[in-house]
T-cell receptor
């Protein structure tokens, strides 16, 4: 059974702070991991993908992958109120088998 | 064009109605997906089409019937739904089912379905 786990939150951070979102997964077979942002009533939007151990940076976002620990994280620097959303972690196990975690609700306080 | 387009955006139907959800993408993607998402829950996979063939059916009740007329279009036919089927229905696509390890999933805006 392939599972992706996240703390459901809410995670509250002040504006300008670093938000740290974490995700663990159960099956080492996945090669690909993704972070999606979903605003209430909207569809998920892909913000980061990561395939190799280490860090990947894109603007204010940094994804980190540690396959030995089966751990994925997302750091959001200089958090803005517009970053308030639910962040979904997902893994892909081949054969178009994308599995989503339950999501972490982030609230950035002005 | 990097969009996945879904229609309608909202749908209210009775339990005896027949309706269809439509999805279209022009990115040349060869895999298309239907997901169901209840409030405050993650998307749940329903069906996957790879190269216009049904490759995954996650034991979805037969009142949901998918159809892939061509590589750009995906439909979900609905018949005799139950109130518990009310949810956000998301279409998604990814580029190449035969690639190893670098697929990305792109979602449409969804259809918010209410079954009365």
């Amino acid at each position: 059974q392939k599972e992706v786990e996240q703390n459901s939150g809410p995670l509250s951070v002040p504006e300008g702070a670093i938000a740290s979102l974490n995700c663990t997964y159960s099956d080492r077979g996945s090669q690909s991991f993704f972070w999606y942002r979903q605003y209430s009533g909207k569809s998920p939007e892909l913000i980061m993908s990561i395939y190799s151990n280490g860090d990947k940076e894109d603007g204010r976002f940094t994804a980190q992958l540690n396959k030995a620990s089966q751990y994925v994280s997302l750091l959001i620097r200089d958090s803005q109120p517009s970053d308030s959303a639910t962040y979904l972690c997902a893994g892909e196990w081949g054969g178009q088998n994308f599995v989503f975690g339950p999501g972490t609700r982030l609230s950035v306080l002005p | 064009d990097t969009e996945v387009t879904q229609t309608p955006k909202h749908l209210v139907m009775g339990m005896t109605n027949k309706k269809s959800l439509k999805c279209e993408q022009h990115m040349g993607h060869r895999a298309m997906y239907w997901y169901k998402q209840k409030a405050k829950k993650p998307p749940e996979l329903m069906f996957v089409y790879s190269y216009e063939k049904l490759s995954i059916n996650e034991s979805v009740p037969s009142r949901f019937s998918p159809e892939c007329p061509n590589s750009s279009l995906l439909n979900l036919h609905l018949h005799a739904l139950q109130p518990e089927d009310s949810a956000l229905y998301l279409c998604a696509s990814s580029q190449d089912p035969s690639s190893a390890g670098d697929e990305k999933l792109f979602f449409g805006s969804g259809t918010q379905l209410s079954v009365l």
